[in-house]
């Protein structure tokens, strides 16, 4: 849709109104919906609102990405134009305040009332009208950069509203189902420890049999979280940044409904963490391998530590989104990092609690 003309006067309005609306050069974007979700901290825009950030776009210390100017394009209002007769001027920018206000109300909540330009649902490859799962695997050789332009809009993957409503999750929701089973484990395999009962290789021999004592737990814990570690680094390059064949209709949908989805809407905030039953799907056969292969404490003990580093890395992951670490922080550089991997860096940058593994083989994302 067409932009709308914007005064000087408008800008000074919406800045002391609280709004956040930036210039590069004559184009106006009102960016008030994404303030709270810039990768450099709010502080950053806001004492930018109401000027032309061509400069800071374009670097240094950060030129920014193609999906990034994208993404900018979806907060687009107008033109500015030049400055008109004092009483005309007022009297056009009444009427334009009292529209924006109008439009801020009635429109979605995340368009905020702004106009989309590089991204028009109407024009977009797939119906937004309509769920996408069942859509993008007809996309075939356009899908991968398809899925990798962003966009801040919702996303329907089901026509079931029950299936819909599975495929959701608060972040809470996770501490409350998995928190609570990784204190009872802990309690658990440290009371079992304790008993004194516990021996390595009792199977084989009873003389040479050796005892495992109470504060072997907590090794064996931080064992299991980083071998979680890796599991999030491995699961996180290898399933969800699968490179599905264009002709293989089921392997797009799949890797969709896996992680496309995020790629695609990455401020989804309802998309953020694994709702609790799909991650049961991994979670229960890792615990039962784990029993299998090792005495029942101490495969426990390796569980109940894997586990912890899931929930962490849920709960991070959704930080690295939402929340507004301490500029200069290690969480704000973590945060930083997560975003280019969104926006300039898809098949690097894979770690999300940290970029551990990211080191050894070699796809860490470069500094800028």
């Known amino acids: 849709m067409a932009?709308?003309?914007?005064?000087?006067?408008?800008?000074?309005?919406?800045?002391?109104?609280?709004a956040c609306w930036l210039l590069r050069g004559r184009k106006v974007y009102d960016v008030s919906p994404f303030v709270r979700l810039h990768p450099?901290?709010?502080?950053?825009?806001?004492?930018r609102a109401g000027t032309d950030i061509q400069k800071e776009l374009d670097g240094p210390p950060h030129r920014h990405s193609d999906n990034a100017l994208r993404w900018l394009e979806q907060y687009y209002v107008g033109e500015l134009e030049t400055e008109e007769p004092e009483e005309t001027g007022h009297q056009h920018l009444r009427e334009r305040v009292k529209q924006h206000?109008?439009?801020?109300?009635?429109?979605?909540?995340?368009?905020?009332?702004?106009?989309?330009k590089t991204f028009d649902p109407a024009k977009d490859l797939v119906d937004w009208e309509k769920p996408l799962l069942w859509q993008v695997g007809h996309l075939r050789e356009k899908y991968d950069e398809w899925v990798h332009q962003p966009v801040d809009r919702p996303i329907r993957l089901f026509h079931s509203e029950f299936a819909e409503w599975c495929s959701k999750t608060s972040w809470y929701i996770v501490l409350a189902v998995w928190a609570p089973i990784v204190v009872y484990l802990t309690w658990y395999c440290l009371s079992e420890l304790s008993r004194g009962d516990t021996?390595?290789?009792?199977?084989?021999?009873?003389?040479?049999?050796?005892?495992?004592?109470?504060?072997?737990?907590?090794?064996?814990?931080?064992?299991?979280m980083m071998v979680w570690t890796l599991m999030e680094y491995g699961i996180h390059r290898y399933i969800f940044h699968m490179n599905p064949p264009a002709s293989n209709y089921f392997l797009i949908t799949l890797h969709f409904m896996l992680h496309g989805q995020h790629h695609k809407a990455p401020f989804d905030?309802?998309?953020?963490?694994?709702?609790?039953?799909?991650?049961?799907?991994v979670i229960v056969p890792l615990?039962?391998?784990?029993?299998?292969?090792?005495?029942p404490v101490l495969g426990l003990s390796l569980f109940v530590g894997g586990l912890f580093g899931y929930v962490v890395y849920d709960m991070m992951h959704y930080y690295l989104h939402y929340g507004s670490p301490t500029k200069g922080s290690y969480l704000a550089w973590l945060k930083s990092y997560h975003?280019?991997?969104?926006?300039?860096?898809?098949?690097?940058?894979?770690?999300?609690?940290?970029?551990?593994?990211?080191?050894p083989f070699n796809t860490l994302i470069p500094e800028d």
Do not use: N
């Not at 932009?3 to 609280?18: D, H, M, N």
């Not at 450099?40 to 004492?47: H, N, Q, V």
């Not at 206000?101 to 905020?112: A, L």
């Not at 898809?346 to 940290?354: H, L, V, Y």
């Open 3 to 18: 932009g709308r003309r914007v005064t000087s006067a408008e800008l000074r309005i919406q800045r002391s109104s609280g």
């Open 40 to 47: 450099g901290g709010e502080r950053l825009l806001l004492d």
């Open 101 to 116: 206000t109008s439009d801020s109300t009635d429109s979605p909540s995340y368009t905020s009332g702004v106009q989309f």
């Open 199 to 224: 021996r390595l290789f009792s199977s084989f021999t009873t003389d040479y049999s050796i005892p495992v004592p109470a504060f072997c737990f907590f090794p064996l814990f931080f064992v299991g």
């Open 269 to 281: 905030s309802s998309r953020l963490v694994f709702p609790p039953v799909p991650a049961s799907f």
């Open 287 to 295: 615990y039962v391998v784990l029993q299998m292969v090792l005495p």
């Open 339 to 359: 975003v280019r991997h969104h926006f300039e860096h898809q098949k690097t940058g894979f770690g999300i609690t940290s970029t551990l593994w990211d080191r």
